[in-house]
């Protein structure tokens, strides 16, 4: 027989069947079991966790992995649970790893074989996902997949005695992730990542990143110049004094070989697969970048500066701008590195040309010109040999050339004294001068600054700039003819003109004193002036309006 609680249930139970009798059944079923499997069903991220867990507790669990692999690889669809996996799983190969589960040996029992055989092989399709996700467009999923393989290839190391690189293969972890890095142009920010966490800090990331550069370029067919760029703009990340470092043990690897404690075995890497960039078939713009690049990034790797000299010569016969880049690259060597080049002054004199003073590079050419020049030990004749030649051609050069030029000169007769006698020689016979003239002993055309007899010459151009029409031109041209009471001038304040800025200067004077204008308005500008006493406009005079 019924208690009275059981019947207290059972007609509470029918009174809220009986409430909801205007719905259908079926719906308040399905609603209820909906709502029941919804409180007690963990959500995506809850069951991956317990998943990790479940695998970490027991060997027969391990089958489990591949629940893991499946959410891992909806990385396209859902972000979030793909990134959650990915980083479960991550923890859970590494565990497997460190307790020696995935490592083999001829003492195990063949299912013990089989088993460490799954698990490599799971990692392996594990890390196939990641570097998908590594191509991915999102940047925050990229970012996690290049910590998470960074972190899977230190457990092999560390454990499985799988080394970052092979010299001459390709096929390892560490190989397909640099070249997945390195395969697309739009991954700029990934690379500037895995350049600063890992390639910058640690030695062994950048000898085996070397590795990897090198053989990747020897793969790549000599036309394929995407590649190339990307090598380049990834070397270029790399600090420029990391090339100077005096000791290499900063690792990211319990285990090394004993080469890369070796200095010289780092830079012969780096030379290597610099060579391997500078030999190839560039264009213009990537020429123009290596040599940007070359006092700083390339340079400071090389143990032998000879072979660099091929490079240089070539970009310098390239001319224009790369001409002027080039030298200074030869001028660094030979300053630095005592690399003998005898023909370089020549050469930096082939560079003054007409075209230079109206070059947009103009500004970067007299920074190193003046660079160049600024030794007091070169010989006189060589020093008149540029004062002259950029003398003479400001007479045609534009005002915002001539007021760089001036300043140039007066700098450099003040560190070489003995050229001044150009400014103030006073040629012989002097009324037959005035009468006759004379010619200049100035060979323009002489290509070799120490045959130009400039020395015999003088400054008359700097005269003549004196009478320039422009005032600033003119003014600033006087200081050649006074007393070189100034120590210098600073090249910056001169190199940056132009007519517009020139202009602008001009315009933008207080005028203290207005100038007297006398004018006088017409009466008549189509017809005869009424005053016989003045004349007719030279409209009149041309056409009759009447």
């Known amino acids: 027989m019924p208690t009275a609680t059981e019947t207290i249930v059972k007609s509470a139970k ?78 859970v190969f590494c565990r497997l790893m460190a307790l020696g589960s995935m490592s083999q040996s001829r003492e195990m029992a063949d299912n013990e074989k089989i088993i460490a055989q799954w698990l490599r092989a799971q990692c392996g399709s594990y890390t196939d996902t990641l570097l998908g996700i590594l191509h991915g467009a999102d940047p925050g999923m990229q970012s996690t997949a290049l910590t998470l393989l ?84 990834l070397l270029a990340l790399l600090e420029s004094d990391t090339a100077e470092k005096q000791s290499m043990d900063n690792f990211y690897q319990k285990k090394v070989n004993a080469k890369l404690h070796n200095v010289n075995a780092h830079k012969k890497l780096a030379q290597e697969l610099w060579m391997n960039v500078l030999s190839r078939t560039l264009s213009r713009s990537q020429r123009k970048t290596l040599l940007n690049m070359m006092t700083t990034h390339v340079v400071p790797w090389f143990t032998r500066m000879e072979l660099l000299m091929d490079f240089l010569t070539d970009s310098f016969n390239a001319g224009g701008s790369l ?115 004379m010619d200049d002993p100035f060979d323009m055309a002489e290509t070799d600054p120490m045959e130009t007899r400039a020395f015999d010459s003088s400054l008359w151009e700097i005269h003549t700039l004196q009478s320039h029409y422009h005032p600033n031109v003119a003014t600033i041209a006087k200081i050649i003819s006074e007393q070189f009471t100034k120590q210098a001038y600073n090249l910056e304040d001169f190199l940056d003109h132009s007519y517009s800025s020139m202009l602008s200067a001009e315009l933008s004077k207080e005028i203290k004193k207005p100038p007297v204008v006398e004018y006088e308005i017409p009466k008549k500008i189509f017809f005869s002036n009424p005053d016989p006493a003045k004349d007719d406009s030279l409209l009149v005079r041309l056409w009759d309006f009447s």
């Open 14 to 91: 029918r009174k809220r069947h009986d409430t909801d009798s205007n719905l259908p059944v079926g719906h308040k079923t399905k609603a209820r079991k909906t709502e029941k499997d919804v409180s007690q069903r963990p959500n995506v991220e809850e069951e991956i966790l317990l998943l990790e867990g479940e695998i970490t507790q027991s060997r027969k669990n391990y089958n489990k992995i591949t629940i893991l692999q499946d959410y891992c690889k909806k990385y396209q669809t859902r972000s979030k649970t793909s990134i959650t996996a990915a980083i479960a799983l991550c923890r």
């Open 323 to 437: 001409s002027l880049a080039a030298l200074s690259g030869l001028f660094h060597l030979m300053q630095a590195k005592n690399l003998d080049y005898p023909q370089f002054y020549t050469k930096l004199y082939s560079l003054l040309t007409s075209e230079i003073l109206h070059s947009k590079h103009r500004s970067r050419f007299f920074r190193l010109l003046d660079t160049f020049l600024s030794s007091t030990h070169l010989p006189a004749a060589l020093v008149a040999s540029f004062i002259k030649r950029l003398a003479r051609l400001a007479l045609g050069a534009p005002p915002s050339g001539i007021v760089v030029v001036i300043p140039w000169i007066y700098n450099l007769l003040r560190n070489h004294p003995s050229c001044t006698f150009m400014v103030h020689r006073r040629p012989e016979y002097s009324d037959f001068i005035e009468g006759e003239g």
């Open 150 to 233: 960074m972190r899977v290839q230190k457990e092999r190391s560390d454990n499985l005695n799988e080394l970052f690189h092979d010299h001459g293969q390709n096929e390892g972890l560490f190989s397909r992730i640099i070249a997945s890095v390195t395969s697309l142009n739009s991954m700029e920010l990934i690379r500037e990542e895995f350049v600063e966490k890992y390639v910058q800090p640690y030695d062994d990331v950048r000898y085996y990143t070397l590795a990897c550069l090198n053989n990747l370029l020897k793969e790549e067919k000599e036309d394929a110049l995407d590649r190339l760029d990307v090598v380049v703009s």
